[in-house]
């Protein structure tokens, strides 16, 4: 079956600091794995993807993500966080056209002054 | 290119109203899906299209819950009757499956049920 797991609910850290955020996931065939970014009151933004490729996949606002297959996992990085970079973070799971995209539960990112 | 638009943005009806969203994905795009996103919770999918023909809507509560996509393009979900735990924004995002596998969302309706 089809599943994401982010294993952190909320994640407070201090602006500047770096970041990674978990996500693990569950699928039969070849995954694309994207990380989408929801701001109070607003859509899902697309951070990154992958399908295919380089493991390490770079996104925009400066963030980055890893796939590791042997682990099941797709975690999000950042360098240096922005107060701007506060907001909800879904990771999710689907495969080639035609398929169903299924969402984690979300990890809430609060920035610290 | 113009995204995905979704009216209305907010909603507020009694339980046993029904209610109905629309949705106008990006052009060319087709792949459709309608999300429910509980306060605090993922989106879930409630249900996918394929221009105008159902791929999956197994989460989809059927006895209340309805859905169409006329032509392959835009899209109406309905409520009828809504319960409190309808209560949920509604998200529909679309999907060029030869541009890339990434769904573009809309901005939701909240939707509120008193």
């Known amino acids: 079956a089809q599943s994401v797991t982010q294993p952190d609910i909320h994640i407070t850290v201090s602006e500047g600091a770096s970041l990674e955020l978990r996500c693990n996931y569950s699928?039969?065939?070849?995954?694309?794995l994207f990380w989408y970014v929801q701001s109070p009151g607003q859509g899902l933004q697309l951070l990154l993807k992958?399908?295919?490729?380089?493991?390490l996949v770079q996104g925009i606002k400066g963030f980055e993500a890893e796939f590791k297959r042997s682990q099941s996992s797709f975690n999000l990085r950042k360098p240096s966080v922005h107060w701007s970079d506060a907001a909800e973070y879904f990771c999710?799971?689907?495969?080639?056209?035609?398929?169903?995209?299924?969402f984690g539960s979300g990890t809430r990112l609060s920035i610290r002054p | 290119e113009a995204g995905v638009a979704q009216s209305p943005r907010y909603k507020i009806i009694e339980k046993r109203q029904s209610v109905a969203f629309w949705c106008n994905p990006i052009?060319?795009?087709?792949?459709l899906y309608w999300y429910q996103q509980i306060l605090g919770q993922g989106p879930k999918l409630l249900i996918q299209?394929?221009?105008?023909?159902?791929?999956?809507d197994s989460q989809l509560p059927k006895d209340r819950f309805s859905a169409e996509r006329l032509k392959g393009v835009d899209s109406t979900l309905k409520i009828q009757p809504a319960k409190l735990e309808d209560s949920a924004v509604y998200l529909c995002?679309?999907?060029?499956?030869?541009?890339?596998?990434?769904?573009?969302f809309g901005q939701g309706t909240r939707l509120t049920v008193v």
């Open positions: 699928y039969g065939a070849t995954p694309y």
């Open positions: 052009s060319g795009h087709a792949t």
């Open positions: 999710a799971v689907g495969g080639s056209s035609a398929s169903k995209i299924i």
């Open positions: 992958y399908f295919s490729g380089d493991t």
């Open positions: 299209f394929q221009n105008n023909g159902v791929v999956d």
């Open positions: 995002a679309s999907r060029n499956d030869r541009a890339g596998p990434e769904a573009f």
